[in-house]
């Protein structure tokens, strides 16, 4: 990723598309959500050619981590654009490697991109808190996937 497309989607890409959804939305509370911390890089592959492309990562720490500097850079009085509430995925995966002191594998599925259980609960208990529900503690986080899994839809 080049520091000049970085800079267009955060100056223009990012901005049209939020106000596309304000638009589309326009009753809703719109809130932008980061994107979290990668554990690993994930290479291009395709089912027509599973081998990696080497030069090309469609997941890679570095990438989040300048995506996450850019984002900040778009921040005027707390909000995206001084308009949007953010959802800090990436800050709270940077809370629980602080937490743990190290980049614990275990904070991310198996496929080292999407979070584990932990990051998960709390995310959703920030998305709680936007609609003023209460949250879920760790302790009962797994009566409530089991609850959920066991649902017959």
């Known amino acids: 990723m080049t520091e000049e497309r970085l800079r267009q989607w955060g100056d223009r890409d990012l901005r049209n598309l939020m106000t596309r959804v304000s638009e589309a939305f326009n009753e809703s509370r719109v809130v932008f959500r980061s994107a979290p911390i990668t554990y690993k890089t994930v290479f291009l592959t395709s089912d027509a050619d599973p081998t990696k492309h080497l030069d090309v990562a469609v997941y890679c720490p570095d990438s ?4 996450k500097h850019e984002l900040d850079r778009q921040i005027v009085g ?67 996937n089991a609850r959920y899994l066991s649902l017959e839809i």
């Open 64 to 67: 989040m981590h300048m995506m």
């Open 78 to 144: 707390g909000n995206l654009y001084g308009k949007y509430e953010v959802l800090d995925y990436y800050k709270i995966m940077g809370g629980l490697i602080k937490e743990r002191g190290v980049v614990d594998p275990h904070l991310w599925m198996p496929d080292g991109v999407h979070p584990g259980k932990e990051p998960s609960r709390r995310y959703m208990n920030q998305i709680l808190q936007l609609m003023n529900m209460a949250t879920v503690k760790e302790r009962d986080w797994e009566q409530y």
